[in-house]
């Protein structure tokens, strides 16, 4: 048995491949288009590796995708592939459009042409897992209960509406074509292969090169923290138990503010690897302008999951950031690999000198 792996090369994706080969004798199909954020380091353990297949492409490359469904046959496509960071669609929406709608879109035909193809016992079996965000729903105010799966879409980023145009698309060709679809919209990740133009591997990273650490406005937005093989599990479990058409919010019910996120993260390093001169890495800490139109507040209310699926998070904040930081410690060669002419460029772009 066969499933095909969008964006396999990026953090959850390659995470998702990696934890996937550990514990399945099943192949994986591996297509990336490697992007700024795909990075084939982080599949290196998998180079000699035969239920590995890693193809370099385009999501809406619909010859392509359609010739790797045809010689492969899969049993499931998961969709991970994505633009996926909500500065970089303020400065250029483009590409969130062209990957996020149009890709899902073609995906979606070039699946749904296969799908109907299959004999009916494996278009019965047969499931296309789209891998979504919590953003879709907007802002929380501080007193809101968390967000549940009939929460309304309220996207207020480029990156958030074109993920919410995405899940519409999904929901839309189960509805219309019966393609038997599942979605997860999940809360912001944590782990190891993040790449460092998101909070947590920019903090860790900028603190152990004496940076500053770049905290938007005041640094009270809260975001609901997961460990990101916690989310893979939930994605397995969906994968395995789902309901055809439903979704399914995954969160770690860890509601933190940046700022203490980054504290946090501070201590962990004065721990473990002390600054030369004695002093903690928070006096790093610096204010800079906030992002347009920042959401203030995402919670998810994971209940669902657990409640059908029996799903739990196994880490803890405190276990997964420990986890983590200590992985940027022990990897300083993944991060060289990505810190390159292009991840430079970038932080001139956002953060000026
Ligand atoms: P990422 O940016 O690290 O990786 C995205 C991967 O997709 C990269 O390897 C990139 O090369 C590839 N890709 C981009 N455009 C492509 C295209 N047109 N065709 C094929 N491959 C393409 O993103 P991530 O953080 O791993 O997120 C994965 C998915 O999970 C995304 O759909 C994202 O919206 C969703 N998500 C992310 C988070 C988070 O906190 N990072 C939380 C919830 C949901
Ligand atoms: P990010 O990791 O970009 O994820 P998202 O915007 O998808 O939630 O940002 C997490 C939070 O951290 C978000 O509220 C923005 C804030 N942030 C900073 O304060 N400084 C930074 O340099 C970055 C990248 C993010």
Not at 2 to 22: E, H, P
Not at 184 to 201: A, D, R, V, W
Not at 240 to 248: D, F, K, W
């Amino acid at each position: 048995m066969t499933i095909l792996v969008t964006g396999g090369a990026g953090f959850i994706g390659g995470n998702f491949v990696l934890d996937w080969l550990a514990a399945h004798d099943e192949t994986v199909v591996n297509l990336d288009k490697l992007t700024y954020a795909g990075n084939l380091q982080t599949l290196a353990s998998l180079r000699d590796n035969p239920r590995h297949v890693f193809v370099q492409g385009d999501i809406g490359d619909r010859e392509l995708v359609a010739n790797l469904l045809v010689q492969y046959q899969p049993r499931a496509v998961l969709n991970f592939a994505a633009e996926s960071h909500v500065d970089r669609s303020i400065h250029g929406p483009g590409d969130f459009i062209h990957t996020n709608v149009l890709g899902t879109f073609n995906l979606l035909e070039s699946v749904r042409a296969y799908w109907t193809a299959l004999p009916a016992e494996e278009q019965q079996a047969f499931r296309f897992l789209h891998v979504s965000t919590d953003e879709v729903y907007g802002t929380l105010s501080p007193a809101d209960p968390p967000f549940a799966e009939d929460n309304r879409y309220e996207p207020n980023s480029p990156y958030s509406a074109s993920k919410a145009a995405s899940d519409h698309l999904v929901r839309a060709w189960h509805h219309t074509y019966g393609l038997p679809v599942l979605t997860t919209n999940c809360s912001n990740n944590y782990g190891p292969y993040h790449f460092p133009e998101k909070l947590i591997p920019l903090v860790i990273l900028n603190a152990l090169a004496g940076k500053p650490l770049p905290i938007y406005g005041d640094g009270q937005q809260v975001r609901d923290w997961l460990y990101v093989k916690d989310h893979c599990s939930a994605i397995r479990r969906v994968l395995e138990a789902g309901q055809l058409g439903e979704t399914y919010n995954v969160g770690g019910w860890n509601e933190k503010a940046n700022l203490d996120v980054v504290r946090s993260i501070c201590a962990l390093l004065d721990e473990l690897r002390p600054r030369a001169d004695g002093q903690p890495y928070a006096s790093q800490i610096t204010y800079v302008q906030d992002r347009p139109g920042h959401d203030r507040r995402y919670a998810i209310d994971a209940r669902k999951l657990q409640r059908e699926l029996g799903w739990k998070p196994a880490e803890t904040f405190d276990s997964g950031i420990r986890k983590t930081v200590q992985w940027y410690l022990d990897n300083q060669a993944w991060v060289a690999g990505v810190t390159s002419g292009s991840y430079r460029d970038w932080l001139s772009q956002q953060y000026g000198a």
